[in-house]
DNA sequence: GAAAATTGTTGAACAAGTTCAACTGTTGTA
DNA sequence: TACAACAGTTGAACTTGTTCAACAATTTTC
């Protein structure tokens, strides 16, 4: 069943009982969405927090000059969250679109804020969430610093190779912060 | 009083009544620290939290080649945290120095369990404190990657004149990403 | 208050990454 | 199946940032 991966993914970050776990479970509904169509775009409030059942995703922006940069990529067990946007009902500055047919289940704004009223282990579970991903965030951004770009694309095929699989060079070389014409010079000298 | 500091800092972040932010603050104590003086050093496990009161401290990696990579600098009112070292008991991979005679309240690794799980509000104090500032940190990555570092420069010195004035051009430059050589011509150019 | 250590400046040579343009290869799609 | 749209490759000229070395200015320390 297609919350069972839900379940496994919270049961990893907290101890909860039965109980809360199918209570939580209960406000998530399933929603297909079709390559290439976007789940957000920039200027809208995101209205939901998604976690990726099948499929992928792509979170970007874009800047003044075009340019698209890439934040992250969400494969399975991933979530799809722009908290800025969610909780403070502020227009988005990103884009999440499907890479190919993929599911998601997703909760509403008002059905995460009762959570967070009546089931304090939902505040546990997302400041659990939230401290793991600040730490991954920090050490990205060190990585940027100290590395040249062929050492972060290493990085990155090596640790996420079933995501880096999925993807065109353009949407690496835009997570990694370098043209795409860069990334194939990249790949050619090894 | 000290304290007066961090309970309107918590109460910007959250709701809470007067009873639970007297319990909050009685697990912090204040502790000074001289200039040069390290409250954490790379490879030891990072055994407080910590909210500065008053100074500046800068928070760093050395990396192998030797170079010192600036995380964040920390003045009045933020926080000193390594939470990967702090709950995970694991050795640290930063270095947290005062840049001037500083003072800081502390909590330890088992009041902060205890608030955890007494004060069900820390968990949502400390899940909205994560959430601001990993949308902070998502910002500064984009930033890094679609500005130069002159953009950067202007940026973090119109932000943060406070702490940028508290700074040598070398701290700046491990901050921006870049040499204190190429730091030097990018002030000198405008 | 002098010596030592650190910080900041400058220049020249170099390396990393961009831009633009032209071309090739793939993937949709009518 | 053909054609359009997009993704990838390559080269030349360019910009951004690094490295190293020498020197000047400032701060620390005894």
Redesign the pocket.
Known sequence: MVLNALKEHIKKNIEISSEDLETICSYFKLKSIK??DFLLTQGNIYKYEGFVIDGCFRIFTIDK?G?ENTLYFAAKDWWLMDIDSFMNQKPSNLNIQALEDSQVLLINRTDKLTLYQTLPVVEKLFRIMSQKALVAWQRRLIRNQC????Q?YLYFSKTYPNIASK???????SYL????????????QQ
Do not use: W
């Open positions: 390559k290439k000059k340019n590395e040249t770009a062929k972060r993807l065109t060079d353009k949407q690496i070389a912060g370098i043209t795409h014409e860069f990334l194939s010079k990249i790949k050619k």
